[in-house]
C-alpha cells in the first residue's frame, strides 16, 4: 500500500491529539478556564475560613502574624493577599493565555540563559503550551513548570546525554532536584505521554536545501509543465534579484537564517502548532522571509491550477497573518534576537499582576504535593485511613495467595520465615 | 509440594544417596543373588558365564569395574579392554570365532536388554521406524494406511528373522532415499553420480561386504539407485493411497513496512545535494556509524512537505480524534492518581 507524507503526518500524535480548529482552542480554553476558576474560588474560600478559625483562636495570646501560614515563605498565595471576604477576581480566558504567552516568553529567556539548543527550547515552549490547554496558569506555577519542562525536553531531545536532575538543578538559580521532578508526573500526564513534538526545524533545511538545488540548476520539480531546470534556475535568481547563482546561495543562507528566527520565537509563542502543519509553518516562515522565491518554488510542487493550490496558499496565508500578527516579528533579521521582549504589553502586564491574586492556594507547593502522592509517604503522622485499610487487606491478600502457591506457612518453627525470593526449595 | 510432604521427601533423597554412595553393597547385592539360584548355574555355564569375557577369558571376578559392549553388527559381547586393544586401531573383524563381520569402536556400546535378542530387535524395529515415519494423514484412506503399517512390519518381521536381508536392505535404503529426495530435491546427491559403476553386483558384493559398514551402506544404496526398468523397485516401495507431498511455498523476502511504501507527492530525493551547511556528508567517522547523508535529506524533505495538504481548519472540525478529554481529570482539578499497587 502506498502513503503519502501527508498520510504520514496523519499518524502522528501532534495530528491525532495536538491540533485544533480555532473555535474548538478557544472552547477548550474556555472549559479550563472555567474549571480553574470554580476550584480556585472553592480553594481560597477554604483556606480563609480555616484562616479565620486559627485567628479568632490565637487572637486572645498572640499578636497577629502571618508568618505561620500553610505554605512556607507566604508569597504568591491569593489567600495571603488583603482581601478579606470580597470574591476572588479570577482571570479570564484571554487574560490566561497573556498569562501564558507571558511564560513562554520567560522560558524562551530561560533557553536562552543556559544556552540550549533551539529544538530543546521549541520542545520545552510546546510541552508548557500543550500543558496550560488543559491546566490553568492559576492553578500551576508557569516558572514551576517551565524548569520541569525544560528537564522533559532535554532528556527528549538530548537522551542520555541530557545529565540527571540534580545536574541541571544545579545550572538553576535557586533551584533543588525536588523543585525539577515534583511536576514532571503531573506534566507528563498533562502531555498524555505524547513526547513527540514535529517541528519546523527540520523541514526548513530541507526547503533549504531543493533552493539550492533551484538556484544552481540542478532541480528535479515534480510539477515543471515543461519548465527545464535552466528556465527554473533564471526565473529563481529574478525572484531573488540576483545575477550569479553564488550570490544566490548566500542569499538564500540570509533567508534560512530570518526563517529560523520567525521559527524559533513567533511560531513557538503562537497558537501555530496548534493550528497548522510544520511543513505549513515552515513555508509560512519562509513566505515571510522571501516572498517571491517561495511562491516559485510552490509551484514548482503543487501547480497553480490544481484544485488544491488556492487551499494550501490560503492556508499558508492565514498562518503568514498568524506570525507576522507577533510583537517579535521583524521584517528583516535583527542580531538582538530577544530585545523585542524586554518590555510586555500593558494588557499582560496587568493580567500578570492580577494573578498574584487568585492562584490556587492548594496546588502552590508542588514538592509536597508530590511528596504526599508518593507511597507511604506518612503525612501528618498517619496514612490516610481508607488508604491504609486498603493496603493492608491487599497486602494480605497477597500473602495469601503466596502461601497458595509456595504451600502454607510454617507455623511453631522458631525462624521467620522468609519472605522475599532466597526462601529455600521446598524439594530436594 | 506441602509442607506436610517435606521431610519424607527429604529422607527419601537421603535413601537415596545413601544406596547410591556405596557400590560395595550393590555388587555383594548381585553376588548374593547368583548365589541363591542354583538352578541356573547350568545355563550361565553354556553361556561360558557372562561375567567372562569371550575373548580375553578375564573375569569379572578379578576387575569389578569391567564393562562389556556390544557392538550391533554382530552383537558379539566383550569387555571394554578388549574393545580398545582391537579396534583402537581402526576397523578390524570381529574377534569371535566364525563371525567375520568388520566392526568399529565407535558404534560399540552398552547393552540396554538383557537378552541380545531383544537388544537387535529394539534396534531393527527403530531403524525401520525411522525410514517408515509415514502417518494416517499422509494416506488417502484409513485402509491404506493399515496396508502401510501392515508392510512395515513384514519388512520388520523380515529383517528380525532374517530372510531375505539383502533385499529388503536394499529397499529400505532406496525408500529412504526416495523420501530425503522428495523432502530436499535441491540436495547434492553424491550416490547418483557414482551409481552406475557400481551397477555390476555379481562377485564384487562379496568383496564390498568384508569392508567397513559406512562404505558397503553406499555402495548398497548407490546400488538401490540404479536406474530398475520398474519406478517402484527405484523407490524400493510403493503405496497403495500414500498422497504426494506436497511442497511448501517458498518463504517472501520480509518487508519491514509490512506492504506499505512512502509515496511522495511534493518531492524526489536526491542522492547527492550540492551545499555547505552540512559539512560533515563525507566524514569516515559519520559513516562508522551507520549515518547516512541520504536518509538527512530524506527525513528533511518528508519533514518539510508532511502536512502540507492537511488542513486542520477542515479535518479537525468534524474529527473525534481529539476528543481524548474523556478519563483524565484536566483543568486544573485533581490530576488522576498514580496506580496505587498496595
Redesign the interface.
Known amino acids: 500500500?502506498?502513503?503519502?507524507?501527508?498520510d504520514?503526518?496523519?499518524q502522528s500524535t501532534q495530528?491525532?491529539?495536538?491540533?485544533?480548529?480555532?473555535s474548538?482552542l478557544s472552547e477548550l480554553r474556555q472549559?479550563?478556564n472555567?474549571?480553574?476558576a470554580a476550584?480556585?474560588k472553592l480553594h481560597i474560600a477554604g483556606d480563609r475560613a480555616e484562616r479565620a478559625k486559627r485567628a479568632t483562636r490565637e487572637a486572645s495570646s498572640a499578636p497577629e502574624s502571618g508568618a505561620d501560614t500553610p505554605n512556607g515563605n507566604g508569597t504568591g498565595t491569593g489567600a495571603n493577599t488583603p482581601t478579606p471576604g470580597g470574591d476572588v477576581d479570577c482571570l479570564t480566558m484571554d487574560e490566561e493565555k497573556m498569562v501564558v504567552d507571558k511564560f513562554c516568553e520567560t522560558a524562551m529567556k530561560l533557553g536562552d540563559f543556559l544556552k540550549l539548543q533551539p529544538d530543546v527550547t521549541a520542545t520545552a515552549i510546546q510541552f508548557m503550551r500543550r500543558f496550560y490547554l488543559?491546566?490553568?496558569p492559576?492553578?500551576?506555577d508557569g516558572n514551576k513548570i517551565a524548569k520541569t519542562a525544560f528537564f522533559l525536553a532535554l532528556k527528549l531531545e538530548l537522551g542520555t546525554r541530557a545529565g540527571s536532575a540534580s545536574d541541571f538543578a544545579s545550572r538553576l538559580p535557586k533551584t533543588s532536584r525536588d523543585d525539577i521532578v515534583a511536576p514532571e508526573?503531573?506534566i507528563v500526564?498533562?502531555l498524555?505521554f505524547n513526547f513527540e513534538v514535529?517541528h519546523?526545524f527540520?523541514?526548513?533545511?530541507?526547503?533549504?536545501?531543493?533552493l539550492?538545488?533551484l538556484v544552481?540548476g540542478?532541480y528535479?520539480a515534480?510539477a515543471q509543465h515543461g519548465r527545464t531546470p535552466e528556465a527554473l534556475q533564471a526565473a529563481a535568481l529574478q525572484a531573488l534579484e540576483v545575477s550569479s547563482p553564488d550570490d544566490a546561495v548566500l542569499k538564500l543562507?540570509n533567508i534560512y537564517a530570518h526563517a529560523k528566527d520567525i521559527l524559533a520565537m513567533a511560531a513557538q509563542l503562537t497558537d501555530a502548532y496548534f493550528?497548522?502543519?510544520?511543513?505549513?509553518i515552515?513555508?509560512a516562515a519562509h513566505l515571510l522571509a522571501a516572498p517571491a522565491i517561495t511562491e516559485l518554488y510552490l509551484t514548482t510542487?503543487?501547480p497553480a491550477s490544481a484544485p488544491?493550490y488556492p487551499?494550501?496558499i490560503g492556508?499558508i496565508k492565514s498562518c503568514t497573518d498568524l506570525l507576522s500578527g507577533h510583537r517579535s516579528y521583524s521584517k528583516n533579521p535583527v542580531a538582538e534576537k530577544l530585545a523585542w521582549a524586554d518590555t510586555d504589553p500593558p494588557a499582560t502586564k496587568k493580567a500578570m499582576k492580577k494573578l498574584k491574586s487568585c492562584k490556587?492556594p492548594l496546588?502552590q507547593d508542588l514538592v509536597a504535593l508530590n511528596a504526599g502522592?508518593k507511597?507511604d509517604v506518612v503525612r501528618d503522622g498517619s496514612l490516610e485511613e481508607s488508604?491504609a485499610k486498603?493496603?493492608k487487606l491487599?497486602?494480605e491478600r497477597?500473602e495469601q495467595e503466596s502461601d497458595a502457591f509456595w504451600?502454607?506457612e510454617?507455623r511453631g518453627g522458631s525462624a521467620q520465615p522468609q519472605r522475599d525470593g532466597s526462601e529455600p526449595k521446598?524439594?530436594? | 509440594?506441602?509442607?506436610v510432604a517435606?521431610p519424607s521427601?527429604?529422607s527419601?533423597?537421603k535413601a537415596v544417596e545413601d544406596s547410591g554412595a556405596s557400590n560395595l553393597s550393590h555388587s555383594l547385592h548381585s553376588m548374593s543373588l547368583q548365589h541363591q539360584s542354583p538352578s541356573k548355574p547350568a545355563r550361565a555355564a553354556a553361556d561360558s558365564s557372562p561375567e567372562v569375557c569371550q575373548v580375553c577369558k578375564s573375569s569379572r571376578y578379578l576387575n569389578q569395574h569391567m564393562r562389556f559392549l556390544v557392538n550391533p553388527e554382530c552383537y558379539h559381547k566383550m569387555c571394554e579392554s578388549c574393545v580398545d586393544r582391537i579396534f583402537s586401531h581402526g576397523p578390524a573383524p570381529c574377534p569371535i570365532a566364525g563371525c567375520k563381520k568388520t566392526l568399529r569402536k565407535a558404534r560399540f556400546r552398552m547393552q540396554t536388554f538383557e537378552d541380545l535378542k531383544v537388544e537387535r530387535e529394539v534396534d531393527i524395529r527403530r531403524r525401520v521406524a525411522k525410514v517408515m515415519n509415514k502417518q494416517e494423514v499422509d494416506f488417502e484412506s484409513l485402509r491404506d494406511y493399515n496396508d502401510y503399517l501392515e508392510t512395515v512390519e513384514e519388512i520388520t518381521w523380515n529383517l528380525i528373522l532374517k530372510i531375505d536381508v539383502e533385499q529388503t536392505e536394499r529397499r529400505l535404503r532406496a525408500f529412504e532415499e526416495a523420501q530425503k529426495a522428495e523432502l530436499n530435491p535441491n540436495a547434492p546427491r553424491r550416490v547418483m553420480n557414482a551409481g552406475p559403476d557400481t551397477s555390476t553386483l555379481s562377485d564384487t558384493s562379496h568383496v564390498i561386504l568384508k569392508k567397513g559398514g559406512t562404505q558397503r551402506r553406499t555402495q548398497t544404496a548407490s546400488s538401490g539407485n540404479t536406474p530398475d526398468p520398474s519406478g517402484a523397485e527405484e523407490r524400493g516401495f510403493s503405496f497403495k493411497g500414500l498422497k504426494k507431498r506436497k511442497v511448501p511455498e517458498p518463504e517472501k523476502a520480509f518487508d519491514p513496512w509490512g506492504?506499505?511504501?512512502?509515496?511522495?507527492?511534493?518531492?524526489?530525493v536526491?542522492d547527492e545535494?550540492?551545499?555547505k551547511?552540512?559539512a560533515v556528508k563525507h566524514e569516515a567517522k559519520f559513516y562508522a556509524s551507520g549515518y547516512k547523508a541520504p536518509e538527512y535529506?530524506s527525513?528533511?524533505?518528508?519533514?518539510?512537505?508532511?502536512?502540507?495538504?492537511?488542513?486542520?481548519?477542515e479535518?479537525?472540525?468534524d474529527l473525534k480524534?481529539?476528543a481524548?478529554?474523556v478519563p483524565?481529570a484536566?483543568?486544573?482539578?485533581r490530576?488522576?492518581?498514580?496506580n496505587?499497587?498496595?
Open positions: 500500500m502506498r502513503v503519502t507524507e501527508d504520514l503526518y496523519r495530528y491525532k491529539h495536538w491540533s485544533f480548529t480555532p474548538r472549559k479550563t472555567a474549571h480553574a476550584q480556585v488543559y491546566n490553568s492559576m492553578t500551576y508526573y503531573t500526564q498533562a498524555r514535529r519546523p527540520r523541514g526548513l533545511k530541507g526547503v533549504h536545501l531543493e539550492e538545488d544552481r540542478t528535479a515534480p543562507g493550528l497548522y502543519t510544520p511543513s505549513q515552515l513555508l510542487k503543487v488544491a487551499q494550501i492556508t490556587d496546588t502522592k507511597r488508604k486498603r493496603r491487599n497486602r497477597a504451600g502454607p510454617l521446598k524439594e530436594g | 509440594m506441602s509442607r517435606r521427601g527429604a527419601n533423597r506492504g506499505y511504501s512512502v509515496d511522495a507527492l511534493y518531492y524526489s536526491k545535494y550540492d551545499h551547511f552540512f535529506y527525513h528533511a524533505l518528508r519533514d518539510a512537505f508532511g502536512g502540507l495538504g492537511v488542513f486542520l481548519n479535518e479537525m472540525a480524534l481529539n481524548i478529554d483524565l484536566v483543568g486544573g482539578g490530576d488522576v492518581e498514580m496505587d499497587v498496595f
